[in-house]
């Protein structure tokens, strides 16, 4: 088992920046990838970006390429994203996930595990 809560969310204007984390607990989460993926209001849950367990590799959603950056810090147990030049369609919950192996991370199906969400506003 392994517990993931996320952390950073808020209200910020078009345009701004905000990072969230995500701090795993349990059974450590050095050795597997690990994902973001948001959910709108009346939207289904879509992949945002994800990384390996060495961070060497990273994946991102065509929407946020450019805009958003995964890192993690194993030491810490913790994975970050950092949005920045954030658009109101980026309104969203976020959330982390721990990757269940596999080459594959865009998949919600990939995951194995997930933290409750952060509420992210982009005001226009």
């Known amino acids: 088992q392994v517990q993931l809560v996320e952390s950073g969310g808020g209200l910020v204007q078009d345009g701004g920046s905000l990072r969230l984390s995500c701090a795993a607990s349990?059974?450590?989460?050095?050795?597997?990838?690990m994902g973001w993926f948001r959910q709108a209001p009346g939207k289904e849950r879509e992949f945002v970006a994800a990384i390996t367990w060495s961070g060497g590799t990273t994946y991102y959603a065509d929407s946020v390429k450019d805009r958003f950056t995964v890192s993690r810090d194993n030491a810490k147990n913790t994975v970050y994203l950092q949005m920045n030049s954030l658009k109101p369609e980026d309104t969203a919950v976020y959330y982390c996930a721990k990757h269940n192996g596999g080459t594959y991370y865009k998949s919600l199906s990939s995951y194995a595990y997930w933290g409750q969400g952060t509420q992210v506003t982009v005001s226009s």
């Open positions: 349990g059974r450590t989460f050095s050795g597997y990838g």
